[in-house]
Structures are given as structure tokens and as C-alpha cells.
């Protein structure tokens, strides 16, 4: 079956600009969460949501970031005049249930801020 | 969001050694802790979830816990070259919602 997939894969952005990253989870996968994912390091809990309802948004860095998955499927992670800062990958990952402690994560994708 | 430390190494090992991972974490309260592997340039996957203190063994894998010193561990026996990945450790509170916290990740790599 279809996994984890986002879009684009690679988005090369000039600074100021305005970006959204698109997730769509595995099929009937209730929860949603984004990370972001510097080189080198482990991925950095941004916000997750159960069906459509966002449950936690205390890991995104800014109010320049902001996130929604209005239909409880697919979910769409925007930032807002972006910095070079914002460079990173940007990983998707869902779950089956509220509780269910295996994560399926998308490839991510990698955004560069110029 | 919840402190998760770990060896960034690198770590090296010979092939048919046994690999050791280690991990602690800053809450007591953490309740269950993951392990997952993330080959270069591809997305982490689990590979091993531990709840209870003690072990768990999958296969050559094996998850130690030890609630009481906040310190988790992942041993590989018998390390392969496609073992050569970056480890990392998550841990998950239920109390306070369902968000993981990842480790900096070990890298790992088993010489053959």
C-alpha cells in the first residue's frame, strides 16, 4: 500500500518568501505530525494533530509557522516569510490511532532558503 | 520539549560485534521509548519500542530500560555492515499528549 508521501520533494525558496509543504498520510491514519530535521541531528517535534483537530503546536519555532489539516487527512505545514534559518528538511509522520506508538514517517522534504 | 541525550560518536564496530547505544532522558514521567534506525539521506524506522524496565529482544536487537535512571539502550549482537545507520532514541509521554522527542542520533558504523 501507499505510504507516507509529501510535496514537493525539494523547494528552493528566496528569502521573505511564503512556503507550503504538503503531507499526506497513509490512509486512515488518525494522528499527523510534523518535525523539521536539521543535518546532523534527530528530528525536532514541530506540531501534531489527531483526525483534524491540532493537539499540540508548542514545537513550531515561530508564529511565522503555522499548520492545519482541515479534512483530517492530508495536512499542509505553510511558512510565512521564510529565512535562511528555515533551511532544513521537513519531515511528515503518521500513526493509525491517537495512542499507537509506531510512526510511519514521508521521504520529507528538504527546503532551501536562498 | 523533553531532554534526549545520546552518544553522537561516531561509533565503529567490526563486523560480528555486538554494537551498544545509549540513551538518557530528563522525565521521569516518559513512558515508552523507541529506537528507530535512519539509513544516510532516508527516513528513520522503528525498529524496536520498550515500555517496562528490563529487556526486550527482537532478533539480533535488544531494548534495556531502566526507568529508576532514565537511561535506555539499544545493543546490536552480531553487528552487520547494513547495521551502518544512525540510531535514534525517542521517548513519548501519554500524559502530556502523544509527541515524540528524538535524540541527536548515534552514528554507527560496522566495518566489515
Known amino acids: 500500500g501507499a505510504g507516507v508521501s509529501q510535496s514537493p520533494r525539494y523547494k528552493v525558496t528566496k528569502r521573505g518568501q511564503d512556503v507550503a509543504l504538503r503531507c499526506d498520510p497513509i490512509?486512515?491514519?488518525?494522528?499527523l505530525y510534523w518535525y523539521r530535521q536539521a543535518l546532523g541531528q534527530g528530528p525536532e517535534f514541530l506540531t501534531y494533530f489527531n483526525y483534524e483537530a491540532q493537539q499540540d503546536k508548542s514545537g513550531l519555532p515561530n508564529d511565522r509557522f503555522s499548520a492545519e489539516r482541515p479534512e483530517g487527512s492530508i495536512s499542509t505545514l505553510t511558512i510565512q516569510r521564510t529565512e535562511q534559518r528555515d533551511s532544513a528538511m521537513y519531515r511528515c509522520?503518521?500513526?493509525?490511532?491517537?495512542?499507537?506508538?509506531?510512526?510511519?514517517f514521508g521521504p520529507g522534504t528538504r527546503l532551501t532558503v536562498l | 520539549q523533553k531532554e534526549v541525550e545520546q552518544n553522537s560518536g561516531p561509533l565503529s564496530v567490526p563486523e560480528g560485534a555486538i554494537a551498544s547505544l545509549n540513551c538518557t532522558y530528563s522525565d521521569r514521567v516518559s513512558q515508552s521509548f523507541f529506537w528507530y534506525r535512519q539509513y544516510s539521506g532516508k527516513s528513520p524506522e522503528l525498529i524496536m519500542s520498550?515500555?517496562?524496565?528490563g529487556d526486550k529482544e527482537d532478533g539480533r536487537f535488544t531494548a534495556q530500560l531502566n526507568k529508576a535512571s532514565q537511561y535506555v539502550s539499544l545493543l546490536i549482537r552480531d553487528s552487520q555492515p547494513s547495521d551502518s545507520a544512525t540510531y535514534l532514541c525517542a521517548v513519548k509521554d501519554l500524559n502530556t499528549g502523544n509527541q515524540f522527542y528524538f535524540g541527536t542520533g548515534t552514528s554507527l558504523t560496522v566495518i566489515p
Open positions: 490512509s486512515g491514519h488518525v494522528s
Open positions: 509522520a503518521s500513526s493509525l490511532a491517537r495512542t499507537a506508538n509506531e510512526q510511519f
Open positions: 520498550i515500555y517496562s524496565n
